[in-house]
């Protein structure tokens, strides 16, 4: 992440040869599946967020 806690690009495990890796990239996408996703986005909210932000990400309602 940068300074503006923005995503800046990912770290990944290489399944093959188990060797961690990194890239960065202006755009980065991410898709996990109906569930998997669904887990990020509950877990992408945190106290930096203003509540306004956080009900972008996580609706309650």
Not at 31 to 55: H, I, R, Y
């Amino acid at each position: 992440m940068d300074g503006k806690k923005r995503t800046r690009g990912v770290e990944f495990l290489e399944l093959r040869t188990g060797t961690p890796g990194s890239m960065e990239a202006e755009t980065v996408i991410l898709c996990a599946g109906t569930f998997e996703t669904c887990k990020l986005l509950l877990a992408s909210a945190s106290e930096d967020m203003s509540q306004s932000d956080a009900d972008g990400v996580v609706d309650s309602n």
